[in-house]
């Protein structure tokens, strides 16, 4: 029997969407991501050491996801650090990125707001990040250009 509640959500890569690649600054990426943030919004950490350092920077920040947003992310995010898109979290994250190896900063993220992802960064800064093509180009370009890459349109 088909059950909705059984089918895993689906990787922006994995569909048409515009691919970013070329950023290696967590300071920038942080700095520029609220850009593509619709409010409310949260980001996503995942993955890598995830310092108990990252927790305490991100104190006061922390928000779990409401129940309109489970089920949103990819197993990946399950353990996730989730706070919101705002200037103010990710100036904390700035802080913390300016301070600690990347693999502390996390190696997943993740954009989401209870219509679904909007940005998910896997194995960063390695490979590209995935942006869904319903943010306009303008955006996505203003958003790469501040972060440190270039964009193009992915199948």
Do not use: K
């Not at 995935?130 to 349109?153: C, K, M, N």
């Amino acid at each position: 029997m088909f059950n909705e509640d059984t089918i895993p959500p689906a990787y922006v890569m994995d569909r048409e969407h515009w691919q970013i690649t070329g950023v290696r600054d967590f300071e920038r990426f942080f700095q520029a991501l609220p850009s593509l943030a619709p409010v409310p919004s949260l980001v996503a950490i995942a993955g890598g050491a995830l310092a108990s350092e990252l927790r305490e920077a991100l104190r006061g920040f922390e928000q779990e996801p409401d129940s309109s947003m489970s089920g949103i992310l990819t197993s990946e995010f399950h353990r996730a650090v989730c706070v919101p898109a705002s200037d103010t979290a990710m100036r904390a994250l700035i802080a913390f990125a300016r301070e600690h190896a990347e693999p502390e900063s996390g190696m997943f993220f993740a954009l989401f707001t209870a219509a679904g992802p909007i940005l998910e960064w896997y194995d960063a800064p390695d490979d590209p990040i995935s942006v869904i093509l319903q943010i306009p180009e303008q955006s996505v370009a203003s958003f790469a250009g501040a972060a440190g890459g270039t964009y193009q349109r992915s199948d």
